[in-house]
């Protein structure tokens, strides 16, 4: 059985199927682009995995522990860990307070000083090590980014779900950005990224799985799923203002 499985992951807001039937499965390792036109329902679908959203429909299992029905505090404990599409920091506490609190509820349930090293730990691995009494709300926009990295990092996640991580980076930050996440890629960590830069996908994902209005539409090697007529169709059907 593969590492993650979503198996028929429906979520209905109303009327809406933001989420209508997905199945996929990662294996353990893999890092894995989740793509798709704007209000496709990847954010939806990464909700579903970490728990912030009760699923409507299907089972989803990560390692062969049933994640469906688990509170997102559990399911976070099984190894799940996310970032935020809006960076969601807490601006009035240290960096090694915002990076502690997962490190407490995360997969290993740290306490004190062992909370404490995990946190130094994750702030270095994000390029953060040196900065740990500033407070999140003093750092520039990448570094709450790599901050917010660092808050999923230290609940030490066995699956690691990104949404647009990259996004909003100039060219230099999004080549650092890329090679951050190829290190953690490198780590055994399994990895499914949301990612509008076709750029950073092709650099760190052989396979992507393509969104339509809460359809899987591809899952395929990459450069396949990105040259699939329907993938092209999808896009195009894009508002430009989108
Ligand atoms: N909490 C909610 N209540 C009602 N509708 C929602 C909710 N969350 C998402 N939706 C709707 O579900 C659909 C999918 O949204 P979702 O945020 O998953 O898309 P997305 O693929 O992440 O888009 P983007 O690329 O713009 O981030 C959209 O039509 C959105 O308006
Ligand atoms: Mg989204």
């Known amino acids: 059985m593969s590492f993650l499985v979503i198996d028929g992951a429906v979520k209905t807001f109303g009327g809406l199927r933001a989420v209508d039937g997905v199945s996929l499965s990662l294996e353990q390792g893999e890092i894995v682009g989740l793509l798709g036109p704007n209000g496709s329902g990847k954010t939806t679908l990464i909700n579903l995995v970490s ?38 920091v807490l601006p009035s506490l240290t960096l090694t307070e915002n990076v502690m609190i997962p490190a407490v509820f995360g997969a290993h349930a740290h306490w004190g000083a062992a909370a404490r090293r995990v946190a130094g730990e994750a702030l270095d691995r994000v390029g953060l090590a040196g900065r740990e009494t500033a407070t999140a709300g003093e750092l520039t926009y990448i570094d709450q980014k790599r901050l917010e990295l660092a808050r999923a990092l230290a609940a030490e996640p066995s699956l690691l779900l990104l949404d647009e991580w990259l996004a909003g980076l100039n060219p230099s930050e999004l080549l650092e950005g890329i090679a951050l996440i190829r290190e953690l890629a490198q780590s055994g ?44 169709a999808a896009y195009l059907g894009e508002p430009a203002d989108a």
């Open 51 to 88: 728990g912030a959203l009760p699923a409507s429909d299907g089972r989803i299992t990560l390692d062969g522990t049933r994640l469906t029905g688990l509170r997102p505090d559990r399911i976070a404990r099984a190894g799940v860990a996310r970032t935020f599409q809006l960076v969601r």
């Open 189 to 232: 960590i399994t990895i499914l990224m949301v990612e509008h830069i076709m750029e950073a996908v092709r650099a760190l994902c052989p396979r992507a799985v393509v969104m339509n209005s809460g359809r899987l539409i591809a899952d395929a090697p990459t450069e396949a799923a990105l040259s699939d007529p329907a993938v092209i």
